[in-house]
């Protein structure tokens, strides 16, 4: 049984354009190779709060990181803080805002793009700071990583569906297209990281609106998918919050910790 885990936070994702468009995923569940679970994100249902509330386990009105433009470090204990202070290895192929809250704040891109310091919280890394760096770039930014350093602790965070949601809006054939496309993406990966072992949480920190935005109370805004790939998920959780994914995490990779988590989830 593997301990290794890969979170992938589709940025921006919707539940509804989860659920119509993304067919390999939904393949996996219809074959049972994957469980699907409807989450709502925390308030505001804004980036920058939420990468927070899904890697520390804290919501965003009392981590402080209320908005996107707080750039400092985290003041909590994260996935990646606990597993590298227990011993694991980490890393993460992600938005240049995950770099800020759990490395060195603010990011300088010369310096930070490249990471690879044992020191850090995130250890290995490649950051971008474009909404628009692709997807697939992205992901071989991540299996570069995997391979290259075999972390215990692995994040791959693309941000295009996002990026189409803001430039046209949840109801939009660009949106929904850029759900196919990353879901065609994940089938590229996924076979090889389920034949491998890894455990798997692909979820997103929010959703989207028809005003070309999120941050509300909107369901469109707060309603997201959460996948569960690997033979340590029970799969028979009746519900799952936001706050609850880092715990689960943390427990997965057999940290010592104090995070909130549902045992039902987990075998």
């Not at 885990?5 to 468009?21: E, F, M, P, S, Y």
């Not at 299996?143 to 075999?150: G, M, Q, S, V």
């Not at 692909?202 to 805004?221: A, F, P, Q, R, Y």
């Not at 959780?237 to 909130?260: D, F, R, W, Y």
Request: aromatic share 10%; hydrophobic share 35%; proline share 4%.
């Amino acid at each position: 049984m593997n301990n290794k885990v890969i979170l992938v936070v589709l940025d921006g994702l919707n539940l509804k354009v989860a659920q119509d468009c993304m067919g390999y995923l939904n393949g996996l569940i219809e074959h049972k190779m994957a469980s699907q679970y409807s989450l709502y994100s925390e308030l505001p249902s804004l980036s920058r709060p939420l990468y927070e509330c899904i890697l520390t386990g804290t919501s965003p009105v009392k981590s402080g990181i209320v908005h996107n433009h707080v750039t400092r470090n985290s003041h909590y204990e994260s996935i990646f803080s606990l597993a590298k202070t227990q011993g694991k290895k980490t890393a993460a192929a992600a938005y240049h805002w995950v770099s800020e809250l759990y490395n060195t704040s603010p990011y300088d891109a010369q310096r930070d793009r490249h990471t690879n310091n044992p020191e850090l919280n995130i250890q290995h890394g490649v950051f971008y700071h474009w909404d628009h760096y692709p997807d697939q770039a992205l992901f071989l930014d991540g299996e570069y990583l995997r391979k290259e350093y075999d972390p215990d602790f692995l994040l791959i965070h693309p941000m295009n569906v996002d990026d189409a949601g803001h430039k046209y809006g949840l109801d939009s054939a660009e949106y929904r297209n850029s759900a196919r496309h990353v879901d065609i993406i994940l089938s590229d990966f996924l076979p090889q990281w389920i034949n491998l072992g890894y455990q798997i949480l692909i979820t997103s920190d929010h959703g989207m609106n028809n005003d070309k935005s999120h941050g509300g109370t909107l369901k469109e805004e707060r309603e997201v998918p959460l996948y569960l790939i690997g033979d340590r998920f029970s799969h028979q959780a009746n519900a799952i919050k936001q706050t609850e994914l880092c715990g689960m995490v943390c427990e997965l990779l057999g940290l010592e910790h104090s995070k909130p988590f549902i045992k039902e989830c987990l075998k």
